[in-house]
């Protein structure tokens, strides 16, 4: 027999690319301009700190099993908002 989470997987991929299909863009998408590829002196003062407090927070949830990049890159982030 066919297995229900391989006929699940194909309705939702035909629907998907249905929409896709339906939203395509003719005309091409105009480029977005970005700043340079490397931080300056003035970015890595700003963020050293959240770089070196974002891993102690995050690796501790992140090694629990299951637990998913999710939860702690959130955690990391409120953490930070609170600061």
Do not use: Q
């Not at 006929?7 to 700043?35: C, D, Q, Y």
């Not at 974002?54 to 999710?70: D, S």
Request: without cysteine; glycine residues 14%; positive net charge.
């Amino acid at each position: 027999g066919v297995d229900v989470v391989i006929v699940a997987v194909g309705l939702f991929a035909i629907g998907e690319a249905l929409w896709v299909a339906a939203h395509l863009r003719r005309t091409s998408a105009e480029a977005i301009p970005v700043g340079r590829p490397w931080l300056g002196r003035e970015d890595l003062k700003r963020t050293w700190k959240p770089w070196l407090r974002g891993p102690f927070i995050g690796f501790p949830f992140g090694a629990i099993p299951a637990g998913g990049a999710e939860i702690p890159t959130f955690l990391s982030y409120v953490g930070e908002k609170r600061l």
